[in-house]
């Protein structure tokens, strides 16, 4: 009889087969049931071990012991014994290399040192939809999906949605631990997926997922830790706490995700724990903060900011979020909304005053620091904030977004394009950050970059204002009025609610027959509110004294760090020799900038008491 023949009568193929079946069932059961235990690691390791280890032992019995009417008896021929006892030693073997040398190691970030560990570096990039990260799979790095919402309402998705963001934030401040960012995980919302699949394309070792339900004042939220190599779950865990306690339990839950990750970076967990806040401050806070993010009714946003911090007076991040909510509702916002709102920068100031007076060296503190000291002309201080807010987070987006800004108004173009880089790469489903790219690609006249972002900005909204006009915007900057008025015309044709203003105010600028708009009504829209690009119109009529009003207007005084950019635009050259046009620079805090960063392409020193700016020849465009 062969071997194979013999080893099928002896039933050791049914006996393998049968205990590889049950040994996978059991798993998979362990896999679940000793995180909820708390069991170390290493309990599942072992445990997988002696799994293995039972496999020949089993295929061994199998081939001496048969099962007959009788009972078992042993086989006493020798025929393939020696053959069968060799493969039963080595599938030990191997499984003992496999337990003590094969496993992925997590020491080898320690060995590639601090280099992989620091910088934009540190967060799982994304460079464009569908490409997989070149992150190291073998590193600890984790991507938080969006809690599921198992509320039974989808009004509470802005919660499930606050719980997952505020838990990547926790994740954020564990040392050398890579963190996807917000919108990369969140592209994946509702969508399910294979996790394995998921964590290739943000290239991270692990994936958490998990549900929120909330009922009144309970919350009940499950979490699991799953690696992404072969779908196990490393860990898993559920949660019944009272809502006031929120924020103890997303920093319970981080920690035992960064125990499950770390461990052998010596157990580094999140930086300190985090006071309790009151539930319906929390709960104003995350509409706040989903509006916000949204940049969608603002005025909505600062009422639930603003709600927020009257009932917890000690809750710095929601200082820090109305202070944000305030610089930016200057966009997106009419006249009527604006008058509203009153002073920004006032309302800015105090807000993040309040902020650093509770929590000084947090990221979103320092963010809104900056953007209080480049409303107020202190550009140097700016800068500075914004740098030390990259440097306490560097997975924090927000503020790359704003320092990209300010660099392009500076006069900093190629600047602002490296840190719009680092933004997208950080976080590629962004509209407005991709828009940062767009805004130095119609400073310097470059084709390319628009290119490469108008399609990014669309994809994610079709309707989004800046992806629909930088085309047009780029002509008209760079002084091409008959190829700007076919790009706005097409804009118009696509989305006339969007480019409507546009379309008004440049056939206004061209005095368009047909135009029939009150001057008075129009120089009101420029200088009384703020709306991006507007005293550009301006500049096209050929109305200086409108122009040097809107640019000068004490309404927007916050906005006047984007004088620069408005004079350099070719459409504005009469316009930068005009001694009112150095008189705005020095009196906004551009000179002493400049004198100590560099001067920007159209403007000098004259010596250390006095500068000069004029306009070039036109730049060549580029595409």
């Known amino acids: ?81 020696t053959l069968v006892f060799i493969v039963a030693a080595a599938l030990t073997a191997l499984a003992l290399g496999w337990y003590f040398k094969g496993q992925p190691s997590y020491r080898k970030d320690e060995e590639r040192g601090s280099e992989s560990l620091s910088g934009p570096g540190t967060v799982a990039k994304a460079e464009s939809a569908g490409a997989e990260s070149d992150s190291d799979p073998l590193s600890p790095s984790v991507a938080v999906l969006p809690f599921a919402n198992m509320s039974g309402t989808p009004e509470q998705e802005y919660f499930s949605d606050g719980m997952t963001e505020e838990l990547l934030n926790v994740l954020a401040r564990v040392p050398n631990l890579k963190v996807a960012a917000r919108t ?135 200082w820090a979020n109305l ?11 009419t006249a009527a909304q604006q008058l509203a709102l009153g002073n920004r920068l006032a309302h800015m100031r105090t807000a993040a005053e309040r902020a650093a007076a509770l929590a000084p060296t947090a990221a979103t503190t320092l963010h809104a620091l900056a953007n209080v000291a480049r409303g107020q002309g202190r550009f140097l201080d700016a800068e500075r904030a914004y740098l030390a807010s990259i440097a ?38 962004n509209k407005l950050f991709w828009y940062r790219i767009a805004q130095v690609g119609i400073l310097l006249d470059r084709a390319d970059l628009i290119d490469e972002a108008v399609p ?6 079709p309707v989004y204002f800046f992806g629909a006009t930088a085309r047009y915007r780029r002509e008209y900057a760079n002084g091409r ?42 120089e009101q829209m420029i200088t009384g509110s703020y709306g991006w690009d507007y005293p550009q119109y301006a500049a096209m009529r050929g109305n200086a004294d409108l122009y040097f009003r809107s640019l000068g207007s004490p309404y927007n005084s ?18 930068l020799a005009d001694p009112r046009a150095k008189a705005l620079l020095r009196e906004s805090g551009f000179e002493a900038y400049w004198r100590e960063k560099g001067w920007p392409a159209l403007c000098r020193p004259l010596g250390d008491a006095d500068f000069v700016c004029a306009p070039a020849a036109k730049r060549a465009a580029k595409s």
């Not at 706005?488 to 600028?509: C, Q, T």
């Not at 916050?558 to 009469?574: C, G, T, V």
């Open 1 to 81: 009889m062969s071997l194979f023949a013999e080893l099928k009568r002896r039933k050791v193929f049914k006996v393998g087969a049968a205990y590889v079946v049950i040994a996978w069932i059991v798993v998979q059961v362990a896999s679940i049931a000793l995180p909820a235990f708390e069991a170390p690691p290493w309990v599942l390791r072992v445990f997988i071990l002696v799994l293995m280890l039972g496999f020949p032992i089993a295929l061994v019995m199998a081939w001496v012991f048969d099962v007959t009417p009788e009972g078992v008896r042993a086989e006493t021929g020798r025929r393939g014994n």
């Open 184 to 318: 990369s995980v969140f592209q994946f919302k509702d969508k399910g997926g294979d996790v394995r699949e998921i964590g290739a394309k943000l290239g991270v070792s692990h994936i958490v997922e998990g549900s929120v339900r909330r009922d009144g004042e309970k919350v009940r939220v499950t979490a699991q830790l799953i690696r992404v190599a072969d779908g196990f779950h490393v860990w898993s865990q559920s949660y019944d706490r009272e809502l006031k306690s929120v924020f103890a339990l997303q920093d319970e839950i981080a920690r035992q995700v960064a125990e499950q990750l770390v461990t052998s970076l010596g157990g580094a967990g999140p930086a300190a724990a985090r006071g309790n806040v009151d539930p319906l401050a929390y709960d104003d806070y995350l509409k706040g903060r989903a509006l916000y993010r949204a940049r969608r009714s603002l005025l909505r946003a600062i009422l639930h900011f603003e709600a927020a911090v009257e009932r917890a007076p000690e809750f710095a991040t929601a």
């Open 456 to 461: 990014r900005m669309l994809d994610l909204d």
């Open 323 to 333: 202070s944000l909510a305030y610089d930016v509702s200057a966009y997106g916002t």
């Open 392 to 429: 306490q987070d560097d997975t924090y987006p927000d503020v790359r977004e704003d320092l990209s800004e300010f660099l392009s108004a500076m006069g900093r173009p190629e600047d602002a394009l490296v840190a719009a880089r680092e933004l997208v790469a950080l976080e590629p489903y």
């Open 558 to 575: 916050d906005k006047r760090f984007y004088l620069y950019s408005y004079l350099e635009a070719a459409i504005a050259a009469p316009y």
């Open 481 to 522: 009025i008959d190829s700007a008025r076919e790009e706005l015309a097409k804009a118009y044709a696509v989305n006339p609610d969007v480019a409507a203003a546009e379309w008004g105010l440049f056939r206004w600028s061209q005095g368009d027959p047909g135009i029939d708009i009150d001057d008075a009504f129009v």
